[in-house]
């Protein structure tokens, strides 16, 4: 936590000092791009609280499910369990080298502290989107006006997979903080008219943030935009006057220490993640290397069309941009300071340096949201100059409500009726079993379950198909969750059905137990 709050602060001073003093949608700033009127600002405001409270609520409700966020946490409980620090597990003695580990050794920490359940597990997440989110407010703040920042960080907020993924246990909004420190800090430090070499200190930390969070990925997503920017604005010179090898020392002295660690605890980890996860995950298709699952194998350049769907609703956006491109055209001519070809940059570096990847996933575009959400609102207010329209207005309340709804409806589901969403998750079924009979073994038929080892702190036990007659034949009093696809063939042993849970269907031997 230490290092998250210096570094807002880092970033937060050079831009106070930059604003004028004035109340939003009362006294102008006079950088202000966009005049917003008490009401909408209020109105604005209103939507963030109402994204927060549903995210919060989803939090708390939604249980963990299969695949990925019941992996990372049950990956996080071991950890917590079995007091091992360095070395994430995938399962009890087998390590799990697919991931930085510091990630999972902060996750536990919270975990050690708030208890084993999905929202002390989430909480972490949560509160780094708030910080990525206050960074955005105050960088554009800083460069374009208070009012042009809350519109910014309302679209943010509302866009399907920042939603989705702003308390959702996995490194990628981790390693978004990262990359978005590095390229407001890069702007501040090299970019800007009056550069502040303060700013500078952003760079390191957040290139360690992203490298402890992913990985070694998170630095080229830095480098493809903040390399394009300086070829052509061509202020190479600036560079100069920074403490490069101060810079390196702290990146080193942040980064070092916990790759050494694990490399040491794990022989082969550095092999491993940097070559296999980073590398031949992504060139070679079907990666036959994965040791903890399946590759994602997809088209080549289809993370342009994940792009699109992990802004809805405002994807919409794009289209009156698409059809006014002399307009948006002689936005990018009189912007002088390269700061909007700096968001576009941005927004699409993720895009670039995916597009020849052979295993990709939505998920992976989440680094350029936060620049995207910004360039669209930047976009809208220079080209269509002035006061919002009542299109304008009404299209932010149709994208806001969108959201809102959307992840209010299924938190909601998520209590009153969890069946109905069909989620890959056990929870409901291991909480059923264990009221039925609670001394007795649960066993899982047909694939391994992360969210059943999680509801049962890695009780659960796994059994084959062919293996499961002998097994009823031998054990006295067992639980059965088994899939659907298979629960008919093993409703023909001697065991009794007890009821169906989203995808599985419980089972207890004998039929005659209760």
Partial sequence: MIVTESSEALIAKPAAQALQVSAVGTRRNTRDIIDLPRVAVTAIGAVLALLFAVRLLAAYVVPFTDSTEARYAEIARKMVETNNWITPQFNYGIPFLGQAP??????????????????????????????????????????????????????????????????????DMPMTLGTTLVMVGFW??????????????????????????????SSFLCLIPTLGWLIIMGKWSDLRALPWLKGAALFLAL??????????????????????????RFIVPGWSGDLYGIGHSQPKGMIWLFALGTILP???????????????????????????????????????????????LPAYALPGLPAAA??????????????????????????????????????ILAVSSPDTLNLRSQKQLIIAAQRIAPDAPIYIVG???????????????????????????????????????LAAQVATLNVRRLGEYSNHVLFIRPAGSR
């Fill in 102 to 171: 510091s990630a999972y050794v902060a996750l536990s920490w919270w975990d050690g502290a708030f208890g084993i359940n999905e929202f002390a597990a989430r909480l972490p997440i949560l509160v780094v989107t708030l910080i990525v989110l206050a960074l955005i407010w105050t960088w554009v703040a800083n460069v374009t006006g208070r009012n042009a920042a809350l519109l910014s960080v309302a679209v943010l907020s509302s866009m399907g997979l920042f939603f989705g993924v702003s308390a959702f246990v996995m490194t």
């Fill in 188 to 217: 501040y430090a090299v970019c800007q008219d009056t550069p502040n070499r303060a700013g500078f200190w952003a760079i390191p930390l957040g290139l360690a943030i992203g490298l402890l969070a992913k990985g070694p990925v």
């Fill in 255 to 280: 980064t070092v220490p916990w790759y050494a660690a694990a490399e040491i605890a794990t022989p082969g980890f550095l092999r491993y993640f940097l070559v296999g996860e980073h590398m031949e």
């Fill in 314 to 360: 405002w994807s919409v956006l794009l289209v009156p941009i698409f059809l006014r491109t002399a307009r948006v055209a002689q936005v990018f001519k009189t912007d002088k300071s390269g700061w909007i070809i700096y968001l576009l940059l941005w927004s699409v570096a993720p895009l670039i340096l995916f597009s020849p990847a052979a295993s990709i």
């Fill in 374 to 411: 910004v360039l669209m609102v930047v976009l809208y207010c220079k080209a269509w100059a002035g006061a919002p329209g009542f299109l304008h207005k009404f299209a932010f309340v149709v994208g806001s409500g969108v959201s809102i709804l959307t992840f209010a409806i299924i938190a």
């Fill in 447 to 485: 694939g391994r379950s992360h969210s059943a080892e999680f509801y049962t702190d890695g009780q659960v036990k796994y059994v084959a198909l062919d293996a499961l007659p002998a097994l009823v034949d031998t054990q006295e009093r067992t639980l059965l969750s088994v899939p659907l696809d």
